[in-house]
């Protein structure tokens, strides 16, 4: 079993040490590296933090468009992808994924309700699901909705690609250490 995480993000992060409490490995993966045609890295999973979309925050955006290839190619080789709310108005801030998404920002909190079993339901294990922190809803995507509002808005979607999975939310939280036990390792790496 191998526990690899790699965290894309401009600086270095406190999100790296909750994963590293996990036991998992964290490598940090800039904008620039990611862009990099010539970079490899091999990884379990890859995690895109909240705020992407935003250049107030984040030039990670443009890259993660550069990178939407070789983002697929892992996925689909048995990679897993989680990615968080863009934090931004931008409704194409997902168009670098390799299935349509579409965002609504509106930060606040939402109730959630589990609209199926499955085992990335952990993601907010240990949360008060009446009031979850969210930068927004999905209101379209080609996933499936593993988590919905009261009033159905979708707030983490799923969709399997080849042998890998990803997982998109805009829950405003850290993943539980559950899900972040389980999500960053498996039996063997995925070249990215």
């Not at 940090?28 to 010539?38: D, K, S, V």
């Not at 689909?76 to 863009?86: M, P, T």
């Not at 979850?132 to 909705?145: A, N, V």
Request: aromatic content about 12%; overall charge negative; charged content about 20%.
């Amino acid at each position: 079993m191998t526990c690899r995480v790699g965290l894309l993000w401009d600086t270095p992060l406190v999100f790296s040490r909750l994963i590293e409490d996990c036991g998992a490995s964290c490598e940090g993966i800039t904008p620039n590296m990611l862009a990099a045609p010539f970079w490899r890295g091999r990884f379990v999973s890859l995690i895109v933090p909240t705020g992407f979309a935003d250049p107030a925050y984040s030039k990670l955006l443009p890259a993660l468009r550069a990178s939407s290839g070789r983002i697929e190619r892992f996925v689909e080789k048995g990679g897993r992808l989680l990615v968080f709310g863009a934090a931004s108005p931008r409704q194409d801030a997902y168009d670098w994924l390799p299935f349509p998404v579409t965002y609504a920002f509106s930060y606040g909190r939402r109730a959630v309700r589990f609209t199926m079993d499955s085992p990335y339901n952990t993601l907010l294990s240990g949360y008060d699901l009446s009031a979850i922190e969210c930068d927004g809803t999905f209101p379209s995507h080609c996933g499936e909705t593993l988590a919905a509002t009261p009033d159905g808005e979708p707030l983490l979607i799923m969709k399997e690609i080849g042998d890998g999975v990803i997982l998109v939310t805009s829950a405003h939280e850290y993943p539980s250490r559950e899900f972040l036990a389980e999500f960053s390792c498996a039996d063997r790496e995925t070249l990215f």
